[in-house]
């Protein structure tokens, strides 16, 4: 009895002590962007202060607003998501329960796809979009997007069809119902959950992304990601604004998770139970 209570003992500690290492910085950003500089800058670091919006007043309407980049982001991300859960259900579904020739090709291939380091992408697709005149533009950023969007959302999407008994599938088809329409009111209501959380999970990854932004975006389009590295320079680092930004960055992630947060854990359990 001892023995268990000293287990859990150390197990409730062990899950506080994560917690704080994984809490700590997202506090301390928070924290940080509501200091004005001399605050930022003190030292030792200070924890009581008064709470002042100025950073904030100064990225969201100020010389440094970042909205339009803010704009950006979710155009860019929201269409990617969009473009890549639209066609890759579809693929994922194709892959878990379709045999034809050249699956097994073609599956690898998808796979592969997004094993590829992005840095070994960059160079050739920073010369597709320039040939095509789409540098610097939504639409070459949503291209390049669905490079990493569209494999994560099929093989994260292949293990939750792969659940679904096909018996289900067969029973509609018996009753006369068509491939589409047993994919469309069987199947796919079976997989809400995965849908919920492969779409969480592709956002966050475009949201995210900096490599592809910075080299093939540029003044007019600019992702919320590279607008906060212009924070940084060789003289200093505005840390007020770049944790206020960061904040303001965050907040589309966390609604999205707070929105979607049953069907993400019903998702996650059944790719558990998987």
Sequence with gaps: MRTTRLLQALAVVAVLAFLLVWVFPLVWTLLTSLKLPIDVFAYPPTFLFTPDLFNYTEVLGGDMSVL???????IVATSSTAIAMAAGVPMAYAFARLRFRGRAVLAG???FTYLIPRIGLVVPMFVIIRSLHLADTHLG????????????????MVSYFEVVPQAMEEAARVDGATRWSAFWHVVLPQVRGGVAAT???????????FLFAIVLGGAHVRPVTVAMYNFISVEQTQWGP???TAVIAMLPVVALGLVAQKEIVQGLSAGAVK
Excluded: K, Q, R
């Design 109 to 111: 291939y998808t796979l």
């Design 141 to 156: 950023l949503v291209i390049v997007y669905l490079s990493f969007t569209l494999p994560m959302s099929v093989w994260l």
């Design 68 to 74: 339009a980049d803010l704009g950006t982001s979710i």
């Design 242 to 244: 770049l944790t206020a």
């Design 199 to 209: 779409t969480v999970f592709t956002f966050v990854m475009a949201w995210n992304e």
